[in-house]
């Protein structure tokens, strides 16, 4: 399950590097792209115009700093829900976008951790209240 996972998480950061990218496309392709008709009438194998003597190169390569800013971004915010979890629970679970050895079963360890946080930040306030 984990690595299902972190197989969509991949994907769709890279779905968002080349969607950002979509200037980069001739204008003929961009105007086929928009008129819908377009996918109704074309055969699954057809090659949008534009694109017969169009290099791929520039498009990907321009591409991949925006991969890496997702896929860095999305990874500092799940070293965040780390750093906070460790400031109030003794073990956190395993992250859900890196796979685990010990994960075997297809559950989530994360509503019975939340609970212990939940548990863990209200004792203080329950303390003071007495």
Not at 76 to 94: D, F, N, Q
């Amino acid at each position: 399950m984990a690595v299902l996972l972190m197989l969509l998480f991949l994907g769709s950061c890279g779905q968002l590097a080349l969607a950002a990218n979509i200037t980069k496309l001739p204008r003929e392709t961009l105007e086929w792209f928009a008129n819908p008709a377009n996918f109704e009438q074309a055969a699954g194998d057809v090659l949008p115009p534009g694109l017969e003597a169009w290099d791929p190169l520039p498009y990907f390569s321009t591409a991949v700093p925006i991969y890496g800013a997702v896929l860095g971004c999305n990874l500092m915010h799940e070293i965040g829900h780390r750093v906070a979890v460790s400031e109030r629970a003794p073990a956190p679970p395993p992250p859900p976008l890196v796979p685990a050895r010990r994960r075997l079963r297809l559950s989530c360890s994360a509503p019975t951790h939340g609970r212990t946080a939940l548990r863990a930040a209200a004792q203080p306030a329950a303390s003071r209240r007495r």
